[in-house]
């Protein structure tokens, strides 16, 4: 499996996904990317997308995408949180 994920991400999460390719948007080169355009990009790549943004679901109509989303909820976007 290919994980991307998102700026808001701590790219040190890629340790915790035991078993997948990770890569962030910075690695890439997207950093910046407005979430339609970088969906798009990655949908080509990846099979998930991992991000902490909220609106995320509000912004974008996900079922246009070939590719799934993680949105992760915790109480900030540190590590030990997201963990």
Known sequence: MRILLDESVPRRLAQH???????????RGW???????LLRRAESDYDLFVTTDQNLQFQQHLTNYALGVIVLAAQSNRLADLV
Do not use: P
């Open 17 to 27: 996904l035991k078993g997948a390719e990770v890569h962030s948007v910075h690695d």
């Open 31 to 37: 950093t910046g990317l407005k979430n339609g355009e």
